[in-house]
């Protein structure tokens, strides 16, 4: 449900409803890759604005329970730490399935992170203390076990379940098969930002509709799948990032170096 105002006051996101107020408004494909791209507090604050408020069901710290939103209707309000802790998580979580898909082994430091982010492992300490000695296969199942238990999680949180709902005022009188999560209306459907979120997530890793940026390392979705050994940048660092990284290996070439580093042959 979009507020009719969203204001700030110190860490917490305020939205402003009134008692008859839901409005709906429409998930754009790159809904994910918008809200991976909020680089400033501003942004954040226009996001929900036309969004809404987050709603995700828990704090990532599993330590602190319970985060739905905090206070009273018509003045709830929700943390922008939060929202950046969901945009790491989120980036961190595609980029694992990056490597994955693409044959690459996941690196200790970004199942470190990923712990980081929420202060829990979903690996047994055992297998993160002697990562570097596993084989790949044995590496690619764990970071894959990794993903499966942060996604199945976040269905679960969010409550996401298949329904039909039935438009009223179409006149061809059909329905329609949607995911609705605990927070949507069992007649109109509708969801909390955070359900169209995590069915894009699920959606980018299932398939090929996600990249990593060579430059910041942040996911996007690229307007066509990049081919792999190959450079690609998003929205954000651009043309820009890819001119720099091409004088830079315009000039290792004029040193006989190659563009990884090292001389050629």
Same mark, same amino acid.
């Given at each position: 449900m979009v507020p009719q105002q969203v204001d700030v006051s110190g860490d917490f996101l305020r939205f402003h409803y009134s008692a008859s107020d839901l409005t709906l408004t429409a998930v754009p494909d790159a809904l994910l890759e918008r809200f991976l791209l909020l680089r400033t507090d501003?942004?954040?604050?226009?996001?929900?604005?036309?969004?809404?408020?987050?709603?995700?069901?828990?704090?990532?710290?599993?330590?602190? #329970?319970?985060?739905?939103? *905090? #206070?009273?209707?018509? *003045?709830?309000?929700?943390?922008?730490s939060e929202w950046r802790r969901y945009q790491q998580l989120f980036s961190r979580l595609l980029g694992v399935a990056a490597n994955l898909r693409d044959g690459r082994r996941v690196s200790s430091d970004a199942l470190t992170h990923i712990a980081d982010i929420v202060n829990a492992n979903a690996l047994p300490a055992e297998v993160v203390e002697r990562w570097e000695r596993l084989g790949d296969r044995e590496a690619r199942d764990a970071a894959a076990a990794v993903l499966l238990s942060w996604t199945q999680?976040?269905?679960?949180?969010? #409550?996401?379940?298949?329904?039909?709902?039935f438009d009223w005022s179409d006149s061809r009188s059909r329905f329609d098969l949607v995911f609705q999560d605990s927070v949507a209306n069992r007649s109109w459907g509708g969801m909390a930002l955070f359900g169209a979120l995590v069915i894009q997530l699920l959606s980018a890793i299932a398939g090929t509709g996600f990249a990593v940026c060579s430059?910041?390392?942040?996911?996007?979705?690229?307007?066509?799948?990049?081919?792999?050994?190959?450079?690609?940048y998003c929205s954000d660092c651009g043309r820009s990032a890819a001119l720099r990284d091409a004088k830079a290996a315009y000039r290792a070439r004029l040193r006989g170096e190659s563009p990884i580093g090292g001389r050629s042959k």
């Open positions: 501003d942004a954040i604050v226009k996001f929900a604005r036309r969004y809404g408020p987050l709603q995700a069901p828990r704090r990532l710290d599993r330590r602190s #329970g319970d985060h739905r939103l *905090h #206070g009273t209707e018509p *003045h709830p309000s929700e943390r922008i999680t976040f269905v679960r949180w969010s #409550g996401l379940v298949p329904a039909l709902v430059a910041c390392g942040a996911a996007y979705v690229p307007s066509r799948r990049p081919r792999q050994n190959q450079r690609h």
